[in-house]
């Protein structure tokens, strides 16, 4: 069985008092109290304006790839990863290329995590095409099919509908055997999970309710067997369906940052309480949890939720 693990994530870059040349070491405070508190991942938005949920669309935001890498030279142990990066940002095999080089910096910590993307406001403002879900899918296919070869083939060819590689060279090779492993974000159960079924080494789903969690478990394990391939070789990761506070005052301003229609499916405590709250999910399968800077701020909030790892065997 997989030893639990937890995740940072970082939509946030809205630091009230800090200058926009110190917002990147706010950043990695953020990312080194991750590490010492025990978290095995750090991730941040592929997304080039805020999103609605987090912010105003006007707040800070930085280009995620270029984040990452200067975060691989400030942290030692935690993998890196965007969750999860939009299909239609970057041709597929320049951004093979992007996570090859995060794994050769970051000495073989790089995730790649991709998703057919939704964002349309920011696609038209920074005109980049936003093609109907149906094309948004069969691109995100056709990525993760290139991405896979790069990492893994020493001069891989391939010919999509939408992309094409010819002989491609990536050398450097990937530090970690086989490459970054992929996460695909979203729980579409048409597109989304036949197309991890085929690619991924991780699912990463919001919290929607045990019933919908474990129904979305049996879709995908389902086009697992139906293509052949064992369902134990996805990982299931999931947004934390648990707030951690040390206190009810902490407890209820935390939840407030919660955006509102997640909220009936996120409970709050001290870690102990969260430990038995987290427990079914366990339980149910899922073994990566990860939390928002959005509500934890501080190096002391981080550290709570690292204390909610240890209790869970993290």
């Given amino acids: 069985m997989t030893t639990p693990w937890f995740g ?8 009230p008092g800090t200058p926009t040349e110190r917002l990147f070491d706010r950043i990695v405070e953020q990312a080194q109290a991750a590490e ?13 304006n805020q999103i609605q949920g987090v912010g105003p669309q006007s707040d800070p935001m930085l280009e995620g790839w270029s984040v990452l890498a200067a975060l691989s030279r400030e942290t030692r ?25 995060l794994d050769v910096l970051s000495g073989g910590r790089a995730l790649l995590g991709l998703g057919a993307a939704w964002f349309e406001g920011e696609h038209e403002a920074f005109g ?14 056709e990525a993760l099919t290139i991405a896979k070869l790069m990492f893994t083939e020493e001069r891989p060819s391939f010919e999509g509908t939408h992309y094409q590689i010819e002989s491609v060279i990536n050398v450097p090779r990937p530090v970690q055997p086989g490459g970054p492993r992929i996460m695909v974000g979203g729980g579409g159960e048409q597109r989304t999970l036949r ?20 129904h979305k478990n049996e879709v995908l394990d389902g086009y697992c067997e139906a293509i052949g391939r ?9 947004a934390a369906p648990v707030i951690v506070a040390a206190s009810e005052v902490d407890r209820d301003s935390m939840l ?13 405590g001290t870690p102990e309480q969260t430990a038995e709250m987290l427990q079914p999910y366990l339980e149910a399968g899922f073994t990566g949890f990860t939390f928002n800077n959005t509500v934890y701020r501080t190096p002391e909030q981080i550290a709570a939720v690292g204390e909610l790892l240890r209790l869970i065997g993290g």
Avoid: Q, S
């Fill in 8 to 15: 940072l994530h970082l939509p946030d870059y809205t630091f």
């Fill in 36 to 48: 010492t508190a025990g978290f095995g991942l750090v991730t941040v938005m592929d997304h080039l």
């Fill in 77 to 101: 142990t935690v993998r890196l990863g965007t969750l999860v990066t939009g299909v239609t940002y970057r041709n597929p095999a320049i951004l093979a290329k992007m996570a090859t080089t």
């Fill in 128 to 141: 980049v095409t936003f093609p109907a879900i149906r094309e948004r899918m069969d691109r995100l296919d």
């Fill in 195 to 214: 197309i991890a079924a085929a690619h991924a080494d991780l699912t990463h789903w919001f919290p929607l309710g045990l019933d919908v969690l474990r």
């Fill in 230 to 238: 064992d369902p134990a070789t996805i990982e299931r990761t999931m």
């Fill in 256 to 268: 407030e940052r919660v955006p509102p229609e997640r909220r009936p499916h996120v409970l709050a």
